[in-house]
Nanobody, 125 residues
Framework: QVQLVESGGGLVQAGGSLRLSCAAS????????MGWFRQAPGKEREFVTA??????????ADSVKGRFTISISRVNAKNTLYLQMNSLKPEDTGAYYC????????????????WGQGTQVTVSS
């Protein structure tokens, strides 16, 4: 059974930083692309960033380029995905979801197979 468990969300002032983590288990995640999506109230879930299964390719939404950094740790079959978020803005507020899919990175959330339960990020102005 695939499990993705996010942590690290919270309340932060504009300009601050947060680091999200996603612990992945249940598959050989070295064969999976992994990513972060977010959803604000009343809006559709949107792509934030993703990393290829090799770790050599990363993609970012224009709105977070230069502020957010995705990384992945694969140690002793333990896979952890991270999202370092700096210079946070109120428009970054939303529920952040970790996701995984076999194959290449794609932006469309409908093409991702596995999801975590989400962690809330709130940025106050």
């Amino acid at each position: 059974q695939v499990q993705l468990v996010e942590s690290g969300g919270g309340l932060v002032q504009a300009g601050g930083s947060l680091r999200l983590s996603c612990a992945a288990s249940g598959r050989t995640f070295s064969q999976y692309a992994m990513g972060w999506f977010r959803q604000a109230p009343g809006k559709e879930r949107e792509f934030v960033t993703a990393i290829a299964q090799t770790g050599a390719y990363m993609s970012y939404a224009d709105s977070v380029k230069g502020r957010f950094t995705i990384s992945i740790s694969r140690v002793n079959a333990k896979n952890t995905l991270y999202l370092q978020m700096n210079s946070l803005k109120p428009e970054d507020t939303g529920a952040y979801y970790c996701a995984a899919r076999p194959g290449v990175v794609v932006n469309d959330p409908n093409h991702w197979d596995y999801w975590g339960q989400g962690t809330q990020v709130t940025v106050s102005s």
